[in-house]
């Protein structure tokens, strides 16, 4: 059984192959980077949310997911360590 951010990393892989939202591939990336101007990344994860609200939600909930793996892996490594 893959464990779930496996299976996000995966869902986002074949959205990307899929071509649906090829030109999204480096939004996660760019979701997660520190340097980006927070302004600029508030503008990004709006432009995104509105995309998912907008549909289709399938595919663009899997680049939310991909952007937000390591936070949800880190909590997973914390609830396994109690």
Do not use: K
Not at 11 to 24: E, M, P, Q
């Amino acid at each position: 059984m893959m464990r779930f951010v496996d299976q996000i990393h995966q869902a986002f892989r074949d959205t990307v192959r899929s071509g649906s939202l090829a030109t999204a591939q480096d939004l996660p990336a760019r979701l997660r980077d520190l340097a980006t101007p927070p302004e600029e990344r508030d503008q990004i994860w709006n432009d995104v949310l509105q995309a998912y609200i907008a549909g289709p939600r399938h595919q663009w909930a899997t680049i939310v997911l991909e952007a937000m793996c390591p936070d949800i892996r880190h909590q997973a490594d914390l609830s396994l360590a109690c």
